[in-house]
């Protein structure tokens, strides 16, 4: 069992940053992926970002890509998710959740466990 424990959302202008922090702990193994997701009102969840534990590969979605930093400390078993130049459209839920195996999914169904969510609204 894992737990992911999230934190760092907020509400922030329009073109402001905001970082977030996913901390994880239970029984992670040596190969798994750290991945971000959202979720706007009315909308499914989707693939933010993602980060291969062993080896460090990471991948964003287009839309972030240029101004989100996805990033890790192996020693904390956390993940931060760097989030710069923010538009209202980046509003949402946002979630962190952990993937065993190395291959990095950007569906969420292909993760195992979620943490509990947190709010990020920026404001226009």
């Known amino acids: 069992q894992v737990q992911l424990v999230e934190s760092g959302g907020g509400l922030v202008q329009a073109g402001g940053s905001l970082r977030l922090s996913c901390a994880a702990s239970?029984?992670?193994?040596?190969?798994?992926?750290m991945g971000w997701f959202r979720q706007a009102p009315g909308k499914e969840r989707e693939f933010v970002s993602a980060?291969?534990?062993?080896?460090?590969?990471?991948y964003y979605a287009d839309s972030v890509k240029g101004r989100f930093t996805i990033s890790r400390d192996n020693a904390k078993n956390t993940v931060y998710l760097q989030m710069n130049s923010l538009k209202p459209e980046d509003t949402a839920v946002y979630y962190c959740?952990?993937?065993?195996?190395?291959?990095?999914?950007?569906?969420?169904?292909?993760?195992?466990?979620w943490g509990q969510g947190t709010q990020v609204t920026v404001s226009s």
């Open positions: 959740g952990y993937s065993s195996g190395s291959y990095v999914y950007r569906s969420p169904r292909n993760y195992d466990y």
């Open positions: 239970g029984g992670t193994l040596s190969s798994y992926v």
């Open positions: 980060v291969r534990w062993s080896g460090g590969s990471i």
